[in-house]
């Protein structure tokens, strides 16, 4: 089996800063992307950032210039370095990855459990 977990989140006041760390561990051959989602109380979940096996990045707009993704393949983590943090990054945040458990299988995607970071004003 796959299992994703996450840790760093907390509790900070705005303009503060925060990383949130995700590591996958079990049967695993390769993992493609890996990304970060986050859900607000009320609110659908949303994509924050995402990065490629190859190191390439992408992030939402509300994030951009205050956000960083990162991975290390070694240790098959992801991370996410949250600066500048506003009260409207409140919310969980999940880690998502394609992981290929076997060669020659299909990749699938796994979820972590969450982590909660609440932003004070």
């Known amino acids: 089996q796959v299992q994703l977990v996450e840790s760093g989140g907390g509790l900070v006041q705005a303009g503060g800063s925060l990383r949130l760390s995700c590591s996958a561990s079990?049967?695993?051959?390769?993992?493609?992307?890996m990304d970060w989602y986050r859900q607000a109380p009320g609110k659908q979940r949303e994509l924050v950032a995402v990065?490629?096996?190859?190191?390439?990045?992408n992030y939402a707009d509300s994030v951009k210039g205050r956000f960083t993704i990162s991975r290390d393949n070694a240790k098959n983590t992801v991370y996410l370095q949250m600066n500048s943090l506003k009260p409207e990054d409140t919310g969980v945040y999940y880690c998502?990855?394609?992981?290929?458990?076997?060669?020659?299988?299909?990749?699938?995607?796994?979820w972590g459990q969450g982590t909660q970071v609440t932003v004070s004003s």
């Open positions: 990065i490629s096996s190859g190191g390439n990045t």
């Open positions: 998502n990855a394609l992981i290929v458990r076997l060669m020659g299988l299909p990749p699938r995607d796994y």
């Open positions: 079990g049967s695993i051959f390769s993992i493609n992307g």
